[in-house]
């Protein structure tokens, strides 16, 4: 087996964060376990940058999906990967035609699980996404609002760096906890882009347990149910809107359908994601 600085600066690391648990107070300790583990659960769904030295997917990235697709700049090496959350069962993602497009077909079954991607673009650059979404059905005991029931078919994840002195007091030990039992800090922002079957394209969606944690509907309603739906958005100034500042770095991208709080059974599939830079 290998060992490298790389790995001992982790573990280093990993030692030093679990003494600041380790310091507080037995009643903080459970409350801020509490706190971290649930936090874990959607850190990892908001798609928090991969370690550099995964492996990426070539089933996903050697896709007609893929190759149909234009990412933004990325990291060397960076490629998509299948992550999963703890031991839940994890969604199914498999490359496919569908209704005519290449696609990536999602089909989750009372688990979860993302794919992610690595980037590297800078807050001035940010440019604007172009994507398409197909779902048959809505997950009716869902509400991506709520927490307790927040599943969603459909979800187009964005990570950003930026300054972390920003972060609130809670934030900050959030960010810490996670860094010791998962070995990823709480990214600075996220904004997820979601399908809403009541509320209206533009709304913004808050976090609860974090300020630095957004959704934004731009797919509403039962209309655009079966067939694919083009959506085009500006990366920075929706990330303004969700936030109140520039963005400074965008560091991932990641796909998210999961059905882990409602077990209901949910299917739908993403085409291809198409990055354009600001001055085109």
């Not at 079954?109 to 001035?124: K, T």
């Not at 070995?183 to 808050?206: K, Q, S």
């Not at 959704?215 to 085009?232: E, M, Y």
Request: glycine letters at 8%; charged letters at 20%; a positive charge.
């Amino acid at each position: 087996m290998q060992f490298d600085l790389g790995q001992a600066g982790d573990i280093e690391r990993r030692r030093q964060h679990a003494a600041i648990f380790d310091s507080m107070p037995s009643m903080n300790r459970r409350h801020w376990l509490c706190c971290a583990l649930s936090a874990s659960v959607f850190v990892n769904a908001c798609g928090s940058t991969p370690r550099r030295t995964a492996t990426p997917d070539p089933e996903l990235n050697d896709s007609d999906w893929a190759r149909a697709s234009a990412w933004p700049p990325a990291p060397a090496g960076a490629g998509w990967r299948h992550q999963r959350i703890g031991q839940r069962k994890p969604t199914d993602y498999r490359p496919v035609f569908h209704a005519g497009r290449p696609a990536l077909h999602a089909d989750s079954q009372g688990g979860d699980s993302l794919v992610r991607h690595a980037l590297e673009v800078h807050g001035p650059a940010l440019g604007r996404l172009q994507f398409a979404w197909y779902l048959n059905e809505h997950n009716a005991l869902a509400d991506v609002g709520d927490v307790q029931v927040d599943d969603a078919p459909l979800r187009l994840i964005l990570h950003f760096d930026g300054d972390r002195s920003r972060f609130s007091a809670r934030d900050q030990r959030m960010s810490d906890l996670l860094m010791a039992l998962t070995g990823e800090p709480l990214p600075y922002a996220t904004l997820m882009y979601v399908w809403d079957p009541t509320r209206p394209v533009g709304t913004l969606i808050p976090h609860p347990r974090s300020g630095r944690v957004r959704k934004l509907v731009v797919v509403s309603g039962d209309a655009p149910l079966g067939r694919w739906t083009d959506v085009k958005r500006n990366l920075a100034a929706d990330y303004e809107r969700a936030f109140g500042e520039p963005a400074t770095r965008m560091t991932g991208m990641a796909l998210m359908t999961d059905s882990n709080n409602t077990g209901v059974r949910s299917q739908a599939w993403y085409g291809p994601i198409r990055w354009t830079p600001p001055d085109v």
